[in-house]
């Protein structure tokens, strides 16, 4: 196991640490915006991670409150998609591409070097809290792979050395 930063979720039937209430309100606010919607759980989870950067455990009870689930039911759900982050990012965040089309041009050693340079696997910060790296499983880029985005921004035929140079942009920014 690469070093980086620990995960450290609470389980479902655990006590999740209190939010800051900053963070309380916030995720109140999302609740109260998109809880009317169908299916409002998912709206509410993608609001939640766009607001605070991830899903902090304490979301979660105020989330199965607000809809009526239980605890369980909601941490069942944001367990299973892996583009809910339940832990703070780095400053930055990478997504790269482990689907079939760009591993067929390099997204493997791209993904190997990845890993090294950033000293985590996938779901891990590099250790100065810059970089957090997670997989994505198709971009919409797939003929001009390998396919990345950083930041939400979308990059492509990225070979190591590109990589390398986006991410010492990155960590000045
Ligand atoms: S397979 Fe990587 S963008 Fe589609």
Redesign the pocket.
Same mark, same amino acid.
């Given at each position: 196991m690469m070093e980086s930063r620990a995960r450290s979720a609470t389980p479902p039937g655990g006590i999740a640490p209190a939010l800051p209430p900053a963070q309380i309100a916030t995720v109140h606010e999302v609740i109260a915006r998109l809880q009317e919607q169908p299916g409002a759980l998912l709206p509410i989870l993608h609001g939640v991670q766009d607001a605070l950067g991830h899903i902090p455990d304490g979301a979660v009870g105020p989330i199965a409150h607000a809809l009526n689930l239980t605890r369980a039911e909601v941490h069942g759900v944001l367990t299973f998609y892996h583009w809910f982050r339940r832990e703070k990012p780095g400053r930055h965040v990478l997504h790269l591409?482990r #689907?079939? #089309?760009?591993q067929a041009v390099g #997204?493997t050693a791209l993904e190997q070097h990845a890993q090294r340079t950033l000293g985590t696997d996938f779901h891990g910060t590099s250790v100065d809290g810059a970089i957090t790296l997670e997989p994505a499983y198709?971009? /919409?880029?797939?003929a001009c /792979?390998?396919?990345l985005l950083l930041d939400g921004e979308l990059h492509a035929r990225v070979t190591p050395q590109r990589f390398d140079a986006l991410i010492a942009a990155a960590r000045k920014a």
């Amino acid at each position: 196991m690469m070093e980086s930063r620990a995960r450290s979720a609470t389980p479902p039937g655990g006590i999740a640490p209190a939010l800051p209430p900053a963070q309380i309100a916030t995720v109140h606010e999302v609740i109260a915006r998109l809880q009317e919607q169908p299916g409002a759980l998912l709206p509410i989870l993608h609001g939640v991670q766009d607001a605070l950067g991830h899903i902090p455990d304490g979301a979660v009870g105020p989330i199965a409150h607000a809809l009526n689930l239980t605890r369980a039911e909601v941490h069942g759900v944001l367990t299973f998609y892996h583009w809910f982050r339940r832990e703070k990012p780095g400053r930055h965040v990478l997504h790269l591409c482990r #689907a079939e #089309a760009c591993q067929a041009v390099g #997204a493997t050693a791209l993904e190997q070097h990845a890993q090294r340079t950033l000293g985590t696997d996938f779901h891990g910060t590099s250790v100065d809290g810059a970089i957090t790296l997670e997989p994505a499983y198709c971009l /919409g880029n797939c003929a001009c /792979g390998p396919s990345l985005l950083l930041d939400g921004e979308l990059h492509a035929r990225v070979t190591p050395q590109r990589f390398d140079a986006l991410i010492a942009a990155a960590r000045k920014a």
